[in-house]
């Protein structure tokens, strides 16, 4: 049957497909989906890690039971992952085990760019690239069978574009696969240095033997052109780009299989024309190759390192006329992200931007605080930075910002990769306040569910960690919980807690406004009688809020009414549309 899919959704229907039985993940856009839409199917388990290292541990885990396995993440969770990920390479697999990382040329909703191509060469782990949905469900199901014919976990490597754009796919039934039987193999399987050492030379033939595979498998094809003049060597997205700017013209060699790159298959290519060219996104990885090759090769003399590419890039590059598009006339306004209306950590954000705190700051949607008018965030690194981070500010400059200096992170991010710093706060005691930003749920890639909110990823009930609880027992004897929305109780705590001689945290606690489940007060109203168009309510930054003709208004089809503006409005013009009823 054909249906039209999204890249991910597609991925996680060839998983299906394949006999997935286990899967386990942390969501990261953009690879959330794949375990989302994965979820839908009763045949297979799905979880919400607490973080991606977690996820691979999980997925290792069934995989030496005999179950097919599966963990997903974006590319800077791949990161979290590498430790148990380059000891796996070592030892193998017993069933099939897939890795999906999507990377994010762009940064549309990451910190970075990094090329997880990378990371398959380093730790000799074989990558698969599908250029569209159909081949990302295609793939998933062939990354099964190199797992296991090889015995090595396989990365199915998305991207933003691949993830998150639709095309047809051919859809078929699920395969009955059944479970292989475990057998105690302390060589294979315990990696203390004796056995170690033996695994490495297999792991070196097995590259050998996948780069031989690499020669000769479809995956990796060659598409003949009419003009030998130029011939093109991409993948995944870039493969895409490349069609449509130049259609038939140039002979192309479409790369399925990333790594190990096949050699021979390479060179003959290179052969049969004048001008070799890589098109490809991120770091000249295929590029690189070609030169170890011996290749006269051009890339990234023609093609930037960063960003996305694009079909107008492309035809820029190789000298082919740009199709023009209509002309719009002018140019269209930037729209900068901000935190939505009634975002539970505005109140806080603006507390800490009114004591002229130092903020260090932590991945998720309330890093949308360092942007102006509250501007507070003064560092955001990776996941769990804020925690460790804060220790070692204050431990270096001492008192001068101990009673200046807070960190914040979410709730799930917390969960993720901040209760070690939390713990190396407590253990070697620096005087520093954390504050948890608890929204009840994992905001940033989309609502999903984590180990403080009491349900797993179908929704239902699961085992939930109590936040305070958690702190007093790493051992923090000042831990306390806070209303957001309450401005003054939350300057109160931020005073308090700074001006303690001992480490503390602040528990800021509002479910997202955005939850399905979250009841909103009527929308508030301005008396235009009363302002006086002081703009003291523009300080919070809510899109809900706007000033015209000198008087502040307010967009009822935005606000939830949760009276943080009003709290700053020195004349109460600010009034409840209930009683308008």
């Not at 030169?291 to 035809?315: C, D, H, M, T, Y």
């Not at 209760?419 to 608890?438: E, K, P, R």
């Not at 489940?517 to 706007?546: Q, T």
Request: net charge neutral; aromatic share 6%; hydrophobic share 35%.
């Amino acid at each position: 049957m054909k249906k039209l899919m999204l890249g991910n959704a597609a991925a996680a229907r060839g998983l299906y497909e394949a006999g997935c039985a286990v899967v386990s993940s942390y969501p990261g856009t953009p690879s959330t989906e794949i375990t989302e839409e994965l979820a839908k199917y009763d045949e297979v388990y799905c979880e919400w890690a607490p973080n991606e290292k977690v996820a691979m541990e999980v997925a290792f885990g069934a995989s030496l039971a005999g179950k097919r396995s599966f963990c997903g993440m974006k590319h800077v969770g791949l990161n979290v992952a590498a430790d148990p990920l380059f000891t796996i390479s070592y030892t193998g697999v017993n069933a099939g085990m897939v890795i999906a990382v999507a990377d994010d040329a762009g940064m549309h909703s990451s910190q970075n760019e990094q090329d997880s191509r990378h990371y398959a060469r380093a730790s000799k782990v074989p990558m698969l690239e599908p250029s569209d949905a159909g081949e990302a469900l295609a793939f998933a199901k062939k990354a099964y069978e190199i797992s296991e014919q090889f015995d090595t976990p396989v990365f199915l490597k998305m991207c933003t574009r691949i993830a998150h754009s639709q095309s047809a796919v051919e859809t078929s039934p699920r395969a009955d696969v059944p479970a292989k039987p475990y057998e105690k193999n302390i060589g294979k399987y315990v990696m203390m240095p004796g056995n170690a050492i033996r695994r490495h030379p297999i792991v070196e033939e097995r590259t050998r033997k996948l780069t031989e595979f690499a020669e000769s498998s479809d995956l990796n094809r060659i598409e003949p052109g009419s003009d030998g003049s130029i011939g093109i060597i991409t993948s995944s997205t870039s493969y895409q780009y490349v069609k449509e700017a130049c259609g038939d013209r140039y002979p192309v060699l479409k790369l399925g299989m990333i790594w190990p790159l096949p050699e021979k298959k390479i060179r003959d290519f290179a052969a049969q024309v004048q001008r070799l060219i890589v098109v490809e996104e991120l770091d000249p990885f295929i590029e690189n190759h070609c030169r170890v090759l011996g290749l006269a090769v051009e890339g990234k003399s023609l093609f930037p390192p960063l960003g996305e590419l694009s079909q107008n890039i492309v035809r820029d590059k190789l000298g082919i006329p740009r199709q023009q598009g209509p002309d719009l006339g002018e140019q269209v306004p930037a729209r900068p992200p901000v935190m939505c209306a009634g975002c539970p950590h505005r109140g806080l954000f603006y507390t800490l931007n009114r004591n002229k705190c130092t903020v260090l700051g932590d991945i998720g949607c309330y890093t949308l605080g360092a942007v102006a008018p509250l501007a507070a965030i003064e560092m955001t690194a990776c996941m769990g930075a804020s925690v460790s981070a804060i220790h070692g500010f204050n431990k270096a400059r001492g008192a001068e910002s101990e009673h200046k200096t807070v960190a914040v992170i979410g709730d799930s991010t917390f969960m993720h990769s901040g209760m070690t710093g939390l713990a190396n706060i407590a253990y070697n005691q620096s005087n520093s306040t954390v504050i948890i930003l608890d929204n009840s749920i994992t905001g940033m890639t989309g609502h999903q569910q984590n180990p403080t909110t009491g349900y797993n990823i179908k929704g239902d009930p699961a085992g939930k960690i109590d936040l305070e609880s958690l702190c007093r027992a790493m051992g923090f004897a000042r831990v306390r919980v806070v209303d957001p929305y309450d401005l003054d109780a939350c300057d109160k705590a931020v005073k308090e807690e700074l001006a303690a001689e001992e480490p503390s945290v602040i528990i800021s606690r509002r479910p997202c406004a955005l939850l399905k489940y979250v009841k909103h007060k009527p929308p508030l109203r301005v008396d235009p009688d009363k302002c006086v168009g002081c703009k003291s309510c523009m300080r919070i930054g809510c899109p809900a809020i706007s000033v015209k003709d000198g008087k502040a208004r307010v967009d009822e089809t935005l606000c939830v009414g949760c009276g943080v503006c009003s709290q700053l409005c020195r004349v109460d013009a600010f009034e409840s549309t209930a009683k308008e009823a």
